[in-house]
T-cell receptor
């Protein structure tokens, strides 16, 4: 059974800092991995989708990497802004299976 | 292009009642999945439908059921509500299970 963990559970940084969020999964036989952000009381917004054959994906100030063999993914946020404050979740999907979500990292970027 | 629409946005029910939640996916998307989100358990997968067929099912009791119509719209039903069913219910659509697009959710409170 796939299990997904995220470290740290919460993070508070001053504006302008670069930061890294971590996601670990127990079964390396994944089909893809997706990073989301969630604002309080809202749905999830997809940030980046990495297929199992890929090593990383980039979108603007965001970069996500995937190391299947070690069961890890990282989300790098460059030059953080107060608008980046949200909960970040990673989710992994096995072939023909549903997405399994991590508990999330709650990020606060202080002005 | 309209996003994923969930109705109603908020719902208050009493124990023992039943409830039906609705989800209209993005036009052209044939996959709809449902999730329950609570502070204690995080995001948990309920079920996924693709072209009117249930493709995957999570570990929830039979009180939780769903269906998908020919226009890809989906409904989920919870019968005999319990206090523990209070949660944010999220629906996501995708073309075929790849990148997920979430609705804003239905906040269900069971009194």
């Amino acid at each position: 059974k796939q299990e997904v963990t995220q470290i740290p559970a919460a993070l508070s940084v001053p504006e302008g800092e670069n930061l890294v969020l971590n996601c670990s999964f127990t079964d390396s036989a994944i089909y893809n991995l997706q990073w989301f952000r969630q604002d309080p009381g809202k749905g999830l917004t997809s940030l980046l989708l990495i297929q199992s054959s890929q090593r990383e994906q980039t979108s603007g100030r965001l970069n996500a990497s995937l190391d299947k063999s070690s069961g890890r993914s990282t989300l790098y946020i460059a030059a953080s802004q107060p608008g980046d404050s949200a909960t970040y979740l990673c989710a992994v999907r096995g072939n023909g299976q549903n997405f399994v979500f991590g508990p999330g990292t709650r990020l606060s970027v202080l002005p | 292009k309209a996003g994923v629409t969930q109705t109603p946005r908020y719902l208050i029910k009493t124990r023992g009642q039943q409830v039906t939640l609705s989800c209209s996916p993005i036009s052209g998307h044939r996959s709809v999945s449902w999730y329950q989100q609570t502070p204690g358990q995080g995001l948990q997968f309920l079920f996924e439908y693709f072209s009117e067929t249930q493709r995957n099912k999570g570990n929830f009791p039979g009180r939780f059921s769903g269906r998908q119509f020919s226009n890809s719209r989906s409904e989920m039903n919870v019968s005999t509500l319990e206090l523990g069913d209070s949660a944010l219910y999220l629906c996501a659509s995708s073309l075929g299970g790849e990148k997920l697009f979430f609705g804003s959710g239905t906040q269900l409170s069971v009194l």
